[in-house]
């Protein structure tokens, strides 16, 4: 969080590293530390994302590039979540397109929402699901509204009850 820990020494008004005769103990380690941790990033990593940040030689550099690199910063993750629920808020069935299609497409809007922090309670995940079917689905929708408790039933539920159709 605070960056690496480069043993450094000040000579006049310029900070340089301290060659290696002069580390102490917690020098060693916190050498060692970025260097564990610099490691473990790496194997974590596809090729992409390792090439992205292979060049860099700290623990924190690394951390702060896939950090811009996968969430955003604060202004792109801000216009990513306004994208994200203009779409799931204008989400419907389009026509002659199969549940399955449909629910893979719905479950990676809701999960980029919840990725970026913005989350919906089950019922409304589900009422909206229900609201976005096409009309030849109308009379399944109604049965299920009547017969199911819209509380509990999980979208994946909902979404069997549509594929033993």
Same mark, same amino acid.
């Given at each position: ?6 043993? &450094?020494?000040? %000579? ?15 020098? *060693? *380690?916190? &050498?060692?530390? $970025? ?16 090439? *992205?940040? =292979? =060049? ?8 702060? !590039?896939?950090? /811009?690199?996968?969430? #955003?910063?604060?202004? /792109? !993750?801000?216009?990513?979540? #306004? ?5 799931? %808020? ?8 199969? &549940? ?22 089950? %019922?409304?995940? /589900? ?13 399944? /929708?109604?049965? &299920?509204?009547?017969?199911? $408790? ?6 994946? %539920? ?6 033993? *159709?």
């Amino acid at each position: 969080m605070d960056g690496p820990s480069i043993p &450094i020494k000040q %000579e006049e008004e310029l900070f340089i590293p301290k060659s290696k005769k002069k580390w102490n103990e917690e020098c *060693r *380690r916190s &050498i060692q530390l $970025n260097a564990k941790t610099m490691h473990t990033l790496f194997c974590a990593l596809g090729l992409k994302e390792y090439n *992205r940040v =292979s =060049s860099y030689s700290n623990a924190k550099q690394i951390w702060d !590039k896939l950090e /811009v690199t996968h969430q #955003g910063i604060s202004q /792109v !993750k801000k216009s990513k979540v #306004g994208i994200l629920t203009l779409t799931y %808020e204008t989400f419907k069935m389009k026509p002659k397109e199969y &549940i399955k299609a449909m629910y893979n497409q719905f479950t990676i809007i809701t999960n980029g929402l919840n990725s970026c922090g913005k989350t919906y309670l089950n %019922e409304e995940v /589900v009422k909206k699901m229900l609201k976005s079917l096409s009309k030849s689905w109308e009379a399944k /929708v109604t049965t &299920i509204e009547e017969a199911k $408790n819209l509380e509990t039933l999980t979208l994946d %539920e909902l979404i069997g009850y549509f594929l033993i *159709r």
